[in-house]
């Protein structure tokens, strides 16, 4: 009798134990699936962005194109010539005279309902300009080039001009500032916690708020950046220095939090060895644990860099969603990152936003994957084994 319960008891666990393996590779799948979703949508709506269409068209330099730009082409083209490129014709001949008084035959960039038309999607063309694009496009007048202006200019008005450069440079300013503050602080606090603090009340304390501040939901931080650097120091607002600021508050739990994990896996022989040896405390940590350690404080500073850039939340707070066409030259210019432009343009209705959007999430989840892949190929590269 016991021999058949226990017999029972035993399908019954394998049995379980095959629903649990059966869930999990569910979840793995599901999650696969999503992944592969999210990419390939990405992909499809993003890789359309990096093709730009272009005319060919008689341009002209002359004293009445520096007074109505609209006048340096003939007058069937203006409506399907981008209107912001025209713009820029006028400081143009004012920085190259030799072109004065001259027409010449030029690829120029064509409007956003032209660019749309040409790649299939929705537009706003009339049935007589899609007519003049078709006749151009037989004639080998208009085509699809490879849109250099998406990496080399700013946020605009106009979709067919709007690039990501000034959010690139951005979000390089915030990050060289939130590494300055939080790499130094990050790291002597853990060195202090894990190596010099006693164990008391004050220090667990202090232990469990910073494994709090690692979880707690990061528009916080920007209420505490608006709170502190804007309102009490007078940072300006929405500049890369207030945005690293900022994200360099988000990002010490982490980087302290991984320092002490890469310094508590240092064998204490090595500790010992050097106590031994007449080493001071101060001596050994600096001397023989810290050079051991520095490998995993690299990869978590890498990974919690890689966190701050993705975030956007802290920064809407701190006015990080300005309309910022020039790429700022210094820390304290006003300044947009690369989340926080993603975030603008999705929220546009032209069409032409929906592909930069894709593009622009494409280039962002490029840059995170490359630095996550650098931290594992630092670890990896490094890592001591005892």
Partial sequence: MNKIVSTKALKRRYRKEK???GAAVFALLLAASFLVFFFSNMIGKGMSAFSQAEILVDVHYNEASVKSYRKAVDKPYRKIVSRGWLRTLPLYMEDNPEVMRTTRQEWVLATADVDQYLKGYTNRLKDKHKQQIDKLQEEGR?????????????????AELAGIKSAVIGSILVLLVTLAIALPIGVMTAIYLEEFAP?????????????????????????????IFINFFGVPRSSALVGGLTLALMTLPVIIITTRAALRAVPSSIREAAYGL???????????????????ILTGTIIGLAQAMGETAPLLVIGMMAYIPDAPTSFTDAATVLPAQIFTWAGESIRAYEERTAAAILVLVTILLSMNAFAIWLRKRFETRW
């Fill in 142 to 158: 208009v085509k699809l080039a490879f849109n250099t202006g998406f990496f080399t200019r700013g946020d605009s008005k106009m």
């Fill in 19 to 21: 629903i649990f393996k």
């Fill in 278 to 296: 007449g080493a001071s405390r101060w001596q050994a940590v600096f001397h023989h644990v810290l050079p051991l350690a520095f490998p995993g």
């Fill in 199 to 227: 164990d008391n009340r004050i220090t667990q304390l202090v232990e469990v708020n910073i494994n709090n501040l690692a979880a707690i939901p990061s528009i916080l931080f920007g209420l505490l950046g608006l709170a």
